[in-house]
């Protein structure tokens, strides 16, 4: 039925796409997206400062350049799925058992617009250990023990992840 409609209303001009997001309570929500994401803008900071110190060039800017878009879009990735699981996850019955999320998700998004902003490498690593923060808290919420291991890749910081 929904085929024929959106067919006839396709053949009709109305509907040019149709997009959807589903916003009910799936339970799949994890934060290892944001904490891979948040060791990226440090791997990022870290290739900006490898590229500085190479000779200046056409080279050199476009990895500058490719790194600082790179940066910024796993900054913004950060925000995206850290306010996903704080609005969507965090209820009455999670807030009042973690009272402090909405000050750690508040804290989360300013640091990742520092990152954006910058490329202090203390503001990433930060940025990590918040979003570390908030995943303890989230998996605590779940009754999940967590642990905290060095990513296996670059920057090889801790991360927080169930046990």
């Given amino acids: 039925m929904f085929h024929r409609l ?3 209303a396709d053949d009709l ?4 796409t149709a997009d959807a997001h ?12 944001a904490l891979i994401a948040a ?17 200046a060039g056409l080279e050199r800017d476009a990895s500058i350049a490719r790194s600082v878009a ?6 913004a990735k950060v925000k995206d799925e850290i306010r996903v699981i704080w609005g ?7 807030i009042e058992a973690h009272p402090k999320v909405h000050e750690l998700t508040h804290s989360i998004m300013m640091c990742a617009s520092r990152c954006k902003q910058g490329v202090n490498r203390a503001d990433g690593e930060e940025l990590v250990e918040l979003v570390n ?3 303890e808290m989230f998996w605590q919420s779940k ?4 642990e905290r291991r060095a990513a296996p890749y670059p920057p090889g910081i801790d991360v927080v992840r169930p046990a």
């Avoid at 589903?22 to 997206?33: L, R, T």
């Avoid at 790179?70 to 900054?75: F, H, P, S, T």
């Avoid at 009754?143 to 967590?146: D, E, I």
């Fill in 143 to 146: 009754g999940v023990a967590t």
């Fill in 22 to 33: 589903c916003d009910i309570p799936c339970k799949i929500y994890d934060p290892a997206v």
């Fill in 39 to 55: 060791l990226s803008v440090v791997r990022m900071m870290d290739v900006l400062a490898e590229a500085a110190s190479k000779p």
């Fill in 6 to 8: 959106f067919r006839t």
């Fill in 88 to 94: 969507d996850y965090f209820k009455a019955p999670q």
């Fill in 133 to 135: 923060q908030f995943a």
């Fill in 13 to 16: 001009g109305l509907i040019a």
């Fill in 70 to 75: 790179i940066k910024e879009l796993e900054a």
